[in-house]
């Protein structure tokens, strides 16, 4: 004690947290616990509404039986439903279309596995595409930044996009970064990930005893950024050009442009202010 971290519905405020609290400060005041706050750090979870929109309740006949679902669609789209269906602190309905989603994410990895699988000694000598490269190491950074914040359905959108892209692409994938994708997915799907990771490795080793990848910072850049295009230090114009484009070269294409030439006409550069990857700003007389 005291508690790192506790996660609790609001409806349990007086049970668990007014009582708790109490018996804490007055300990604290007696001499006998050296902190007068019994959690560090608390969230409430929203409630899941049935799909009617009102609370589940037996009375009503709304109840959504998990195991069912369970049933139906396998405990890891259901787990990943769950998560994905909002943000984890706010009130929201039971959609029973929106599992579906879920499941077919799953299966869209399961059929990038079974590409993987027949690419047998390609998989480690194949060229890797640096654009899926990058949103790679840039989904592993939101997952990891989101699971932080418990931001879990962000961190498995940000997922899906990455399997989205990775089946629009023609470039074969490297069982490596497969590995990485799949110790991401395990905290959400830890059923399937598992499966796919003992197929992979062919070990008794359990992949929550993976180590948790690290992004390379120098990959998650984008090539490609907004310039803002002052006159005088007022906006008139946003273009986009090459990450790390000198002042000569952003000079060049942003003269070219006719709605900067409008603003220009007429007039005379005296200065040029240039921020790398920033602003280019104009200075007339």
Known sequence: LPVDFYVGGAEHAVLHLLYARFWTKFLYDQGILPFDEPFLKLRNQGLILAPDGQKMSKSKGNVINPDDLVREYGADAFRLYE???????????????????????????????????????????TTQNPKLERKLHQTIKKVTEDIEAMKFNTAIASMMEYIN???????????????????ILA?????????????????????????????????????????????????????????????????????????????LKGKAIKKVIFVKDKLINFVTR
């Open 83 to 125: 998560m994905f269906m909002g943000p984890f602190d706010q009130l929201i309905a039971w959609d029973p279309k929106g599992i579906l989603g879920t499941k077919r994410f799953l299966q869209r990895v399961w059929q990038i596995f079974q590409k993987l699988k027949t690419q047998n000694s390609k998989l480690k000598t």
């Open 187 to 263: 905290p959400f799907a830890p059923h399937f990930a598992e499966e796919l990771y003992h197929q992979i490795e062919k070990t008794d080793k359990s992949i929550f005893e993976e180590k948790w990848p690290e992004y390379d910072k120098t990959l998650i850049e984008e090539e490609i950024i907004t310039l803002i295009v002052q006159i005088n230090g007022k906006v008139r114009d946003q273009i986009q050009v090459k990450k790390g484009i000198s002042e000569e070269e952003a000079k060049e294409i942003v003269l070219q442009s006719e709605k900067i030439q409008r603003w």
């Open 165 to 183: 892209e990775l089946q629009n692409s023609n470039c074969k994938l490297q069982i490596e970064d497969f590995k990485k994708f799949l110790i």
